[in-house]
T-cell receptor, first 113, second 112 residues
Framework: KAGVTQTPRYLIKTRGQQVTLSCSPI?????VSWYQQTPGQGLQFLFE???????NKGNFPGRFSGRQFSNSRSEMNVSTLELGDSALYLC????????????FGEGSRLTVL | GQQLNQSPQSMFIQEGEDVSMNCTSS?????WLWYKQDPGEGPVLLIA?????ELTSNGRLTAQFGITRKDSFLNISASIPSDVGIYFC????????????FGQGTILTVHP
């Protein structure tokens, strides 16, 4: 069974640009969550989608947004990139309706110069 | 944001030794999860606990959901070099909708 797939794995952007990250959940999983991981803050919850609806959102500015498609695939977007947005962005999917037990992808490593 | 208190922060052990790490929280959780993360990879789910007092094993790993629902521990028996990595605890509320609260992680180094 294929795991959570994230693309791209690595990317470099400059300040002010925007970036879109993609996530394909495990087949049959309808809940998709996004996390930001940095050395200083650890793993921080961004948002969660289920059936194309955002059900939960973390404490991040509006520059961070996401969406989910009818096939459960998800994308997240960060606009007007800042140096502090450099991080590992992790996508996770869950088979449980409340989205509690998460299975993570390998992540997208974003570097902002 | 809220974080779990995970200890120890790091451990240096010899191959074959047993390892124990724990997490405590000021809040009650309905689910406790333990993950392992290797460098450059995403966290891998090791054990999930759903009931206060529950003790669950996965091979050489054993984890328990504390009776107060505010703590959990993970034991690794007879450590091997491939156990090296960062171990995270995570807690989920009643209706988490994807939101887990993570500990700071325990960095495990195993000397052969």
């Amino acid at each position: 069974k294929a795991g959570v797939t994230q693309t791209p794995r690595y990317l470099i952007k400059t300040r002010g640009q925007q970036v879109t990250l993609s996530c394909s959940p495990i087949s049959g999983h309808r809940s998709v969550s996004w996390y930001q991981q940095t050395p200083g803050q650890g793993l921080q919850f961004l948002f969660e989608y289920f059936s194309e609806t955002q059900r939960n959102k973390g404490n991040f500015p509006g520059r961070f947004s996401g969406r989910q498609f009818s096939n459960s695939r998800s994308e997240m977007n960060v606009s007007t990139l800042e140096l502090g947005d450099s991080a590992l962005y992790l996508c996770a999917s869950s088979k449980t309706p409340d989205g509690g037990e998460l299975f993570f992808g390998e992540g997208s490593r974003l570097t902002v110069l | 944001g809220q974080q779990l208190n995970q200890s120890p922060q790091s451990m240096f052990i010899q191959e074959g030794e047993d390892v124990s790490m724990n997490c405590t929280s000021s809040s009650i959780f309905n689910t406790w999860l333990w993950y392992k993360q290797d460098p450059g990879e995403g966290p891998v789910l090791l054990i999930a606990l759903y009931k206060a007092g529950e003790l669950t094993s996965n091979g050489r790993l054993t984890a328990q959901f504390g009776i107060t629902r505010k703590d959990s521990f993970l034991n690794i028996s007879a450590s091997i070099p491939s156990d090296v990595g960062i171990y995270f605890c995570a807690g989920a509320g009643g209706t988490s909708y994807g939101k887990l609260t993570f500990g700071q992680g325990t960095i495990l180094t195993v000397h052969p």
